[in-house]
């Protein structure tokens, strides 16, 4: 009995010791969230000149595209009949049957003219020519001029650039990719499927690594490195679902994660340790943006009318997402803001931590 009590004696004194370090412990501050606050929404036509040094930002809306600021100044407008190209730094229009096309810095002077016939594209301070027949590129200067082509017999149905370099791929399996200097860097043909077609493709921003989607039947996404001369392949999954179209392939800023659009779902592979994850998402995904301080990853997303904006949060983790009808739509993001475009009209969202 003495013994029994002197244990409880003891004991009373350790659990509430434990107790007010449990309630120190758990007031600590846990961490930050992540807060959204709408700034300022604007119409397309409602054209304001911008400021001296003022950021012009790109935007296409249905039939229009034009540049605004981070202020919420539309400094541009523009309607376009059959296709754009656009940029932060050039931006042309050109029809189907075009034997030359004229292209603007984003100011409006004129940068050049492309006296080739073809479809130019456009991506960041890059300039391309679709050449005619579908299977041929060429990659343009800044004024307009050929730099290399790369001719195939083969439709061309995948293509990307980065920094560091250009990807190509074909309807009949073969990814090639390209130094900024037009030599072929890398050459093979996933393979792996009954049907051999390359619906999605990009290359890393050193150009050493390309990912794609290929095949339909036994369908896989692809990862492939530049090795002394040759391509290694240093993932590949076969995904279990078919898609029938095109589709998207995005690598990070670092290159240590690639993001791919499978059939209802986004696939996320961390190249660091070879490991992936799918996320659930409806419809065709159009456009995948990251914050400037790579935390944060903005994916838009298009079911027929809906559109969905998933937002993730240290490149895999799903934190937030939400849906809105509209005929067309884009994000950008810039600094500590998400830019949307739903029909006519531009939103900024401030992102903080609190």
């Not at 449990?22 to 606050?37: N, Q, S, V, W």
């Not at 898609?243 to 209802?264: P, W």
């Amino acid at each position: 009995m003495n013994f029994n009590k002197k244990k409880r004696n003891y004991l009373i004194p350790s659990v509430t010791i434990f107790c007010i370090l449990y309630i120190i412990l758990a007031m600590r501050p846990t961490g930050t969230e992540i807060h959204f606050t709408p700034e300022w929404t604007e119409d397309i036509h409602h054209i304001r000149e911008a400021n001296d040094g003022d950021t012009l930002i790109p935007y296409r809306l249905s039939n229009s595209f034009g540049y605004f600021t981070e202020d919420g100044r539309i400094s541009s407008h523009m309607d376009f009949q059959f296709k754009s190209a656009i940029s932060h730094k050039w931006y042309c229009t050109y029809l189907q049957n075009n034997t030359y096309t004229d292209f603007f810095l984003a100011d409006g002077t004129k940068a050049g003219t492309i006296t080739e016939a073809g479809f130019p594209f456009i991506d960041d301070d890059r300039i391309y020519l679709m050449l005619p027949g579908g299977t041929s590129f060429a990659k343009l200067s800044a004024t307009g001029e050929r730099q290399w082509a790369y001719e195939n017999y083969s439709p061309l149905t995948a293509f990307s650039s980065s920094k560091g370099g250009t990807v190509a791929g074909y309807a009949d399996g073969s990814i090639i990719s390209f130094d900024s200097e037009g030599k072929v860097s890398q050459k093979f043909n996933p393979g792996g499927s009954d049907i051999e077609v390359i619906l999605g493709a990009d290359i890393s921003e050193d150009g050493n690594i390309v990912a794609c989607v290929s095949g339909q039947d036994n369908q896989r996404f692809v990862v492939a490195e530049r090795n002394s001369g040759h391509s290694r392949i240093i993932y590949h999954e076969y995904l279990g679902s078919q898609l029938n179209r095109q589709t998207l392939v995005k690598f990070t800023r670092k290159s240590d994660f690639v993001y791919y659009n499978f059939k209802d779902g986004l696939g996320i592979v961390n190249l660091s340790n070879s490991t992936s994850k799918k996320i659930p998402i409806k419809g065709k995904i159009t456009q995948i943006e990251f914050s400037d301080d790579d935390e944060l990853v903005f994916v838009l997303s298009r079911d027929r009318s809906t559109y969905t904006i998933t937002v993730l949060e240290k490149n895999t983790h799903q934190m937030a997402s939400f849906s809105f009808a509209g005929e067309s739509s884009f994000i950008q993001t810039r600094k500590n803001s998400l830019f949307i475009g739903r029909n006519n009209k531009i939103s900024r969202i401030s992102i903080s931590r609190k």
